[in-house]
Nanobody, 115 residues
Framework: QVHLVESGGGLVQPGGSLRLSCAAS????????MGWYRQAPGNERELVAS???????NYADSVKGRFTISRDNAKNTVYLQMNSLKPEDTAVYYC?????????WGQGTQVTVSS
């Protein structure tokens, strides 16, 4: 079992940056994949970025070139660096992990991009 806790959300102006963190309750070294989804009001939850235990990454087209996902196995943490933020990036961002055939989710952190 994996318990995930997100942090780093908040209010930022368009063009600004935020870094989200997802801390896991145990070693992430063997976790198959981790990443971030987001959900805006009235929208379905969508994949933002993912990273495999080999370091391979995947991004939604809407965030390519602006967001970067990374993992620090020593700190059991996955990060999402978000640059050049747009109002349409406003959503609740959820961290997830896939391990031993199960999906685990964090509680979510709000990101609001507004002037």
């Amino acid at each position: 079992q994996v318990h995930l806790v997100e942090s780093g959300g908040g209010l930022v102006q368009p063009g600004g940056s935020l870094r989200l963190s997802c801390a896991a309750s145990r070693s992430i070294f063997s976790i198959y994949a981790m990443g971030w989804y987001r959900q805006a009001p009235g929208n379905e939850r969508e994949l933002v970025a993912s990273i495999g235990n080999g370091g391979d990454t995947n991004y939604a087209d809407s965030v390519k070139g602006r967001f970067t996902i990374s993992r620090d196995n020593a700190k059991n943490t996955v990060y999402l660096q978000m640059n050049s933020l747009k109002p349409e990036d406003t959503a609740v961002y959820y961290c997830y992990a896939i391990s031993d055939g199960y999906n685990y989710w964090g509680q979510g952190t709000q990101v609001t991009v507004s002037s």
